[in-house]
């Protein structure tokens, strides 16, 4: 059996992604969390990070080392490395996302296009993110929402409405624009509209959807308090569904269940900092550039809508396939050769 180390330090997205990896290799999973002195440091200059490890709050990290090691933060790439080092190569570096420098040093990367990595022989890029939607949890939520759902005229068109994240602005005349296409759309199909926002949308984005809807569809606000959320009770009953371009993961989620997604883009705010990285990315061929970008100090920007085009390119928003599964096993396969192959990079 592989075994395997997980090393977590904040982010639960990329945590689950990392699980469902190693679950489908059927591993012997440790999960080990890491704890920062300085968290905020150690996430904006990676190359620091070793120094500012917490190790008297931190799992332990000695051997019997293990087959692989997966992270899925900047942070903790060093880390992972460095556990290669030591275990003398036995332990493989994988890393699921994005590393932040010294991308050609990791055995596998395991990607998604809107972090634009780089190509290579160690790069896998993905068509969605490594994630099965739990079904059991979905059945019983769709079970206790059906009953308010059942006099709604059909097709259910669920709008996922996420919120501001940088340069992705979900402001008061965006969220009325999208309440509006959401409305028509629901009009035209002669069907009804299930609406649920989250943790980012923010007050004012969810004032104006709920007052620009006008009781017009079923609508749950995250700022309302209710028993049972109905995210989980919308993927398994609606039949289409809209997105906002600013979530991955409720893109993926939705896509998943194999019905139709349209993918509402929100208009960017790009600062300054913002149109200066895209710049040095372009250019990052240049030996200062490339210096900068391979040590960690500055990273390519997020491009969530270079990931809506590559769905839409390759026919995965049209609701013929789910396709999880087969990323899922895309990856699977690949980290299965790296274990068995004596080429990988050794840094």
């Known amino acids: 059996m592989v075994d395997v180390w997980i090393l977590t330090h904040r982010r639960v997205g990329d945590l689950q992604q990392m699980r469902t990896l190693a679950s489908a ?21 990676p190359f620091l990070s070793m120094r500012l490890i917490d190790f008297g709050q931190s799992a332990p990290l000695a051997p019997p080392w ?28 994988v890393c699921v996302g994005r590393p932040r420098g010294r991308t050609d ?42 009953p308010e ?15 501001t994240s940088a340069p992705d602005i979900l402001d008061a005349a ?13 009009g035209e199909k002669k069907g009804s509209l299930l609406v649920i926002t989250s943790p980012r949308t923010g007050h004012e984005a969810e004032h104006t959807l709920a007052q620009t809807l006008h009781g017009s569809a ?55 900092l913002h149109r200066l990285v895209n710049f040095l990315y372009s250019q990052r061929t240049w030996p200062i550039v490339k210096t900068l970008f391979g040590s960690g100090l500055i990273e390519a920007r997020t491009d969530r809508l270079l990931f809506v085009d590559q769905l839409k390119t390759q026919g995965l928003l049209d609701g013929k396939h789910g396709c999880g599964q087969s990323q899922i096993e895309i990856a699977r396969k690949r980290v299965i050769q790296l274990l068995h192959s004596s080429t990988a990079p050794q840094g």
């Open 25 to 45: 290799l059927f591993a012997r999973v440790t999960e080990k969390k890491i704890v920062f002195h300085y968290p905020r440091l150690a996430i904006s200059m």
């Open 174 to 186: 965006t969220a009325k624009t999208l309440a509006r296409e959401a409305l028509t759309l629901a």
């Open 218 to 272: 079923h609508v749950q606000l995250w700022s309302a308090v209710r028993q049972h959320n109905p995210y989980r009770g919308y993927l398994k009953l609606a039949d289409s569904f809209i997105v906002t371009s600013d979530s991955i993961s409720m893109i993926a989620e939705a896509i998943q269940t194999g019905k139709p997604v349209t993918v509402f883009r929100l208009p960017q705010r790009l600062t300054g």
């Open 105 to 146: 040093e990791f055995d596998l990367i395991i990607t998604t296009p809107q972090y634009r990595v780089p190509a290579g022989a160690n790069v896998v890029e993905l068509a969605l993110p490594l994630h099965v939607g739990d079904e059991d949890a979905m059945r019983k939520e769709a079970d206790l929402l059906l």
């Open 66 to 93: 293990p087959d692989l090691v997966l992270v899925a933060e900047g942070a903790l790439g060093r880390l992972a490395l460095d556990i290669r080092r030591r275990s003398g190569g036995t332990a493989k570096a």
């Open 149 to 163: 759902l059942a006099a709604l005229p059909r097709p259910w068109i669920a709008l996922l409405v996420g919120g």
